[in-house]
């Protein structure tokens, strides 16, 4: 595959961050139908854990959970903490997952800022989900959520996450990518579909097959890549 075509094909990251027990385990796995540990307890998890989820328009986006953030870190989280950082430094979109139940939220939530701050990552594209509305004061969520790009959510009744989903596609823009294929006329079943799948620009059929210049979403990319001739 050409260079350029690899690298449109590169799926958004999404980083959950929040404070330590906002929820954020909770919340991946509620998204991916995974399975990641969680608990309730500070510094359940260590290492950073990427999961593929598939929204409800078809894009496909890489949702890594982090590790805490707390105010002052233990010493022996300090390279726990460094993956974590990295994972936050890359992503295209980050999810303030905070507890909204939690007496001291905003101070959790300032503590949050303070860290994306020291990482030049406090300007990158951010989404808050106010987490546990289960559990927490329905007039202190009304007032939350006035905040700008905010949903209430709770990750273990899964209230919300719908919402939470279509706020992420807002964000996420699917990547486009620019291809010309080539399809044998045996297999001219592929063009239609690629009529249905992409936006299909110039059509030329020619001694050797048919040729084809086609925009497409680059999540739908993979199964036309054996007809893929080169990138535009
Ligand atoms: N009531 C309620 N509890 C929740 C919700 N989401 C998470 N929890 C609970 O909160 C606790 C912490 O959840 P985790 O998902 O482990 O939190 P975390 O943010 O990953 O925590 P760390 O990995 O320590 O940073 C667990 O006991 C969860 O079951 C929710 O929406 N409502
Ligand atoms: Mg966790």
């Known amino acids: 595959m050409h260079r350029k075509a690899r690298q449109a094909s590169k799926l958004a990251a999404v980083a ?3 404070y330590t027990n906002a929820g954020k385990s909770t919340l991946l796995n509620i998204l991916a139908n995974a399975s990641v540990f969680a ?9 950073p854990t990427t999961r593929k989820i598939n929204l409800p ?39 303030h ?18 860290v994306l701050s020291e990482l030049k990552a406090a300007d990158k594209p951010i989404l808050t989900a106010y987490n546990k509305i289960d559990k927490a004061d329905s007039k202190v969520i009304e007032r939350l959520l006035r905040a700008e790009d905010s949903v209430a959510i709770s990750a273990r009744t899964g209230q919300g996450i719908e919402q939470l989903n279509r706020l992420i596609e807002e964000k996420v823009k699917p990547v486009v990518v620019d291809m010309e294929f080539l ?6 079943g592929i063009l239609s579909q690629l009529y249905e799948q992409a936006t299909v620009q110039s059509v030329e059929y020619c ?26």
């Open 16 to 18: 959950l961050v929040g």
């Open 39 to 47: 608990e309730d307890q500070l510094f359940a998890t260590l290492d």
């Open 57 to 95: 328009n078809g894009l496909d986006v890489l949702v890594t959970d982090t590790v805490g953030f707390v105010q002052k870190l233990p010493h022996h989280l300090v390279a726990a903490f460094r993956a974590t950082l990295e994972e936050v430094i890359q992503a295209d979109l980050l999810i």
């Open 97 to 114: 997952v905070i507890d909204a139940s939690h007496p001291q939220q905003e101070e959790q939530s300032n503590a949050v800022f303070k």
């Open 183 to 188: 399809i044998p006329y045996n297999d001219s």
């Open 207 to 232: 001694e050797d097959g048919i040729h084809v210049r086609a925009e497409l979403p680059s999540e739908k990319q993979t199964r036309f890549n054996s007809f893929v001739i080169g990138d535009v």
